[in-house]
């Protein structure tokens, strides 16, 4: 079964300074989807931003960009420009489509962020 | 368009009772499921749904209970609560026939079993 690990259980960044999440994640598909979501404390889950395996470059939602690494299976979410805003759960999800129905998610990041 | 609605935004419960959280989506996806969420846990896939009809299993079924009669609705069945059903309870959809494999959440359900 595919897993994803998300290794930093919090992470802290001053506002307007840049931060990185990481997600590594185990598969032996070449086709599949990546994405990052961000829970703030509303609970709302929002799909921040997502990928595509076949594509190589790199996903950006403006602020956000990702570092997607195929070969060492790693999908890290960087936030520029942080905001107060920005301070939340994150969740990297892997998907296979025909393969399992539903993704399989890592446990989340919580990000702090200070003014 | 509402995307995925769920009732109600909290309830308490005690212990032995049953309710049944509603959970309802009008993108017309096919694909329905239900997490809960505990601190530290992350999500955790009780039971989803791949069409009207069609329900199976996620990791941690036991206590629960899921029927798919529509597109549209997928209802989460608590049969006989107990404490250690205390959580945060999402709805989600997507669909593989239009591409949308991102899933789409409802706003929750923070249930508390006393």
């Known amino acids: 079964a595919q897993t994803v690990t998300q290794s930093q259980p919090e992470m802290s960044v001053q506002e307007a300074e840049t931060v990185t999440l990481s997600c590594t994640y185990d598969t032996s598909e070449s086709d599949y989807y990546l994405f990052w979501y961000k829970q703030p404390p509303s609970r709302q889950m929002i799909l921040v931003i997502r990928?595509?395996?076949?594509?190589?470059q790199n996903a950006t939602e403006n602020r956000f960009s990702v570092n997607f690494q195929k070969a060492a299976k790693s999908f890290s979410l960087k936030i520029s420009d942080s905001q107060l805003g920005d301070a939340a759960m994150y969740f990297c999800a892997y998907y296979k489509p025909g393969g399992s129905y539903i993704p399989t998610f890592g446990r989340g990041t919580s990000l702090i962020v200070h003014p | 368009n509402a995307g995925v609605t769920q009732t109600p935004k909290f309830q308490v419960l005690k212990t032995g009772q049953s309710m049944t959280l509603q959970c309802a989506q009008d993108m017309n996806h096919e694909y329905m499921s239900w997490y809960r969420q505990d601190p530290g846990m992350g999500l955790r896939l009780i039971h989803y749904?791949?069409?009207?009809?069609?329900?199976d299993q996620g990791e941690v079924p036991n206590g629960y209970n899921v029927s798919r009669s529509t597109t549209e609705d997928f209802p989460l069945r608590l049969l006989s609560a107990a404490p250690s059903q205390t959580s945060v309870y999402f709805c989600?959809?997507?669909?593989?026939?239009?591409?949308?494999?991102?899933?789409?959440f409802g706003p929750g359900t923070r249930l508390t079993v006393t």
């Open positions: 990928q595509e395996a076949y594509k190589q």
């Open positions: 749904s791949v069409g009207a009809g069609i329900t």
């Open positions: 989600a959809s997507s669909s593989q026939l239009a591409g949308v494999y991102e899933q789409y």
